[in-house]
């Protein structure tokens, strides 16, 4: 109802500082965060990705589902970051699959999502990101491919030990 004729930035500003704003409550803060899921403009709900993740309610993490397949790649990249660091282990197989974006920043955020939930089904996937020419791309693979408590990794990481990026290795 507060989105109905405010401006984009105004809506903007509005979902940054709910992302700032701890209840005591749970699910208080997220409850207010969700409507700007849906807005129409991608900043918003960008926005709306990152201050849904700053809230500490887990049990949000259904509305970011759609989000990982917005049409505007930086919605999807928030979203993931968000249901990584919320653990949103019931949203690994999209994650997984925002691990083959042509986008890099999409990579980039699932890659890290991914090790946050400990999605070991993106093993191979993330085996096969250590080749990326975008090192933070591999840093972050290697990072979750060393959370994921398996020996089946470890040759992988091992070729990421020995990358020429120090940030990687």
């Known amino acids: 109802a507060a989105q109905k004729g405010a401006t984009i930035e105004e809506r903007r500003e509005a979902v940054i500082a709910l992302g700032k704003i701890r ?38 993490v259904e509305p970011l589902r759609p989000l990982l397949k917005d049409a505007d790649p930086s919605v999807q990249a928030y979203a993931a970051w968000a249901a990584g660091r919320l653990g949103a ?8 699959t925002l691990l083959s974006s042509t986008n890099a920043d999409v ?43 398996s020996i089946k990794e470890l040759p992988d990481l091992a070729v990421l030990g020995k990358d020429f990026h120090t940030s990687v290795r």
């Open 89 to 96: 282990r019931d949203l690994s197989a999209e994650l997984r």
């Open 107 to 149: 990579k980039l955020m699932s890659s890290r999502a991914v090790g946050q939930v400990a999605d070991s089904a993106s093993i191979h996937t993330l085996s096969l990101l250590a080749k990326d020419p975008d090192w933070k791309v591999r840093a972050n693979a290697a990072w979750s491919l060393g959370k994921m408590k």
């Open 23 to 60: 209840s005591e409550k749970p699910g208080e803060s997220s409850a207010a965060v969700i409507p700007f899921l849906k807005d129409g403009n991608a900043l918003v709900r960008a926005d709306a990705c990152i201050a849904l993740a700053r809230t500490p309610d887990s049990s949000a």
